[in-house]
């Protein structure tokens, strides 16, 4: 998503030239370095040093202009945290943050570069919205979004390239992508490189004969509750799949939603409040039970429990 | 135009004034920071009304300079020096620290005009002031940015990275100001966490870095209005007395915050009579 990304900031200051991207040494990896090349003006380094970064950042959106601070999600969130809730949030300051390598697709760094607890810090910030693009085509539209709005914002950005998934339908504001039947038995809720995973699980349920929907979250905050409630009703089971702790973050989010309905039985999937490790991102994804076969897995023994139970899903791969 | 000697004088004058209606606004209330507040009142007054291009009746004026306050828990000295320019209304210096009030614990843009920064959570300002700082240089303007900080503050790292950019490039037209008033929260800052040498610290770092009496109008007025020449961003390292002014407050870490709101509203009725 890093070109994609690059081509995306790349239009938008063609559009505006107050835009000014930042980094944090990180250029090479971030690609920030290609949009240096065209303009050179609107970018700066600044080394290390994460909270100096937002707080620069901060500091220009003050003074008008339309900072983007770029920068490995891991340091960048949890790192500048407090930056990004007083320097940013708390002055209500419409400064973009964008988290590379986000989730595991850091992969072979290890778990220091791992990005998976940055959604529940940032769903906490008052004022802050959360985009996560499910694919590449997605980022264009993420970002022109992202940009307009008046609020801080974060965007959620994977390492790999994610190759345009075929349909789904976006409604929301561009907020949510929805592929699937109009009334189905399973909804898998996705967000990132999840929703690829479980567009591949729903095919496989669809081959068992389970009507399985896949609802992308896109923007995770302000959370499509409504919405989210409104596509859940009537199905038999609501399984939320996320590339982060299984606290506070895209499951978190959905169990807030739907505790509040009498809707369908909630079956959280994510990182089980462990650390990661070193792998290839594939390894990585099948390691903590992300990959298509293990959700698929869920889904059947969930849907054969008959009365799910909400909350925990069994322990599947990784080192726990 | 008036001649150094008049201005000196006048900064004086405005500075005793300043002083008074720091003491009033916390005592009026019982809670705030009077010992760091009295430390900054000579650099808040000849920031305001000698040294800074500014439009009190248009607090926005794009082209003005800015004056970020990083030590946020000086926050009466600049309320009580924005009440004098009539950015804030007069009838609110005695609302410190209430609920809904413009005069918030710690300055929060949200609340009140003329701020440049929220701040409170220390180390956070000179980031802020570097990024106002570049932005200027990218906007083509002349603005200069000046960032009061404390002398304990400077022990939160974001401080010296900020230091570390602004000096590796170059940001002449910004100024940090530490008001070295040599106590912060729990004691002397020398046995709490010494930043000594602070101002071979700041020369390491690319700063022009200058010592002076902080509570010398003359000097400070001075030094200030020298930011923007040069090369190198400037520090302006301020030798002042926490509580200065108070016989019973000076250079006691125990009126970091109040530590006797009768004894404070008692000196100042005494001073409402003299």
Redesign the interface.
């Known amino acids: 998503m890093r070109e994609a990304f690059i081509d995306a900031i790349l239009v938008e200051r063609s559009l505006d030239e107050r835009l000014?991207v930042l980094d944090a040494d990180c250029a090479r990896s971030t690609k920030t370095c290609r949009f240096a090349q065209h303009y050179p003006?609107?970018f700066?380094n600044?080394?290390i040093?994460e909270?100096?970064l937002?707080?620069?950042?901060?500091?220009?959106?003050?003074?008008?202009?339309r900072?983007v601070a770029c920068t490995f999600a891991a340091m960048l969130v949890a790192r500048a945290g407090?930056?990004i809730l007083?320097?940013v949030a708390?002055?209500?300051l419409p400064v973009k943050l964008a988290g590379h390598y986000a989730g595991m697709s850091g992969a072979r760094e290890g778990a220091p570069h791992h990005s998976v607890a940055d959604l529940a810090f940032l769903r906490a910030v008052p004022g802050m919205e959360v985009w996560i693009p499910a694919d590449d085509a997605d980022v264009r539209p993420v970002v022109k979004r992202l940009m307009a709005s008046p609020q801080p914002g974060y965007v959620r950005l994977c390492r790999e390239p994610v190759a345009p998934l075929a349909g789904g339908t976006h409604f929301a504001e561009g907020g949510l992508r929805f592929w699937g039947p109009q009334e189905p038995e399973v909804v898998l809720v996705a967000a990132g490189i999840t929703v690829r995973e479980c567009l591949a699980a729903a095919r496989r349920c669809e081959e068992r004969g389970i009507a399985t929907a896949v609802l992308a979250i896109l923007r995770l905050k302000p959370f499509p509750e409504s919405q989210l409630v409104a596509l859940t009703n009537g199905a038999r089971l609501v399984m939320s799949v996320e590339e982060h702790s299984w606290y506070g973050g895209l499951g978190g989010a959905a169990a807030e939603a739907l505790a509040q309905s009498a809707g369908p039985p909630l079956v959280r999937v994510g990182l089980r409040d462990q650390f990661t490790e070193t792998g290839s991102y594939p390894e990585l994804l099948d390691a903590y039970g992300l990959t298509a076969p293990h959700i698929e897995r869920q889904v059947l023994e969930h849907l054969r429990a008959g009365a799910v139970s909400v909350g925990a899903p069994k322990p599947v791969g990784g080192s726990s | 135009m008036t001649t150094a000697a008049d201005d000196s004088a006048s900064l004086i004058a405005q500075a005793k004034r300043l002083r008074r209606a720091v003491l009033e606004m916390i005592a009026a209330v019982g809670t705030g920071h009077p010992g760091s507040s009295l430390s900054m009142v000579e650099i808040l007054t000849v920031l305001y009304y000698a040294v800074l291009r500014h439009r009190p009746g248009e607090p926005e004026w794009p082209l003005r300079d800015r004056f970020l306050l990083s030590k946020g828990h000086g926050a009466p000295a600049l309320y009580a020096t924005l009440i004098d320019l009539g950015v804030l209304a007069l009838e609110t210096a005695t609302l410190l620290r209430q609920l809904g009030s413009p005069l918030q614990g710690h300055p929060d843009r949200r609340f009140t005009p003329g701020l440049e920064i929220s701040a409170g959570s220390l180390g956070q300002g000179l980031s802020m002031g570097l990024g106002m700082a570049l932005a200027a240089r990218r906007l083509e303007q002349t603005w200069r940015v000046y960032v009061l900080l404390g002398d304990g503050e400077c022990q939160e790292g974001q401080v010296w990275e900020a230091a570390m950019a602004a000096g590796h490039h170059r940001l002449h037209r910004l100024c940090a100001i530490v008001d070295c008033n040599g106590f912060q929260h729990d004691g002397a800052v020398e046995d709490i966490l010494d930043l000594e040498p602070l101002a071979a610290k700041w020369r390491a770092f690319g700063w022009r870095t200058v010592e002076v009496d902080g509570h010398d109008c003359a000097v400070l007025a001075r030094t200030l209005r020298t930011v923007g020449e040069g090369e190198r961003p400037v520090a302006v390292l301020a030798r002042t007395v926490k509580g200065k002014g108070v016989a019973f407050m000076e250079g006691r870490s125990d009126w970091h915050s109040v530590a006797d709101a009768d004894q404070l509203a008692r000196y100042v009725e005494e001073l409402g009579r003299a």
């Open positions: 000014f003006d609107s700066l600044l080394g040093a909270q100096n937002v707080g620069v950042a901060a500091g220009m959106a003050l003074a008008g202009l900072p407090e930056q007083q320097s708390a002055q209500e």
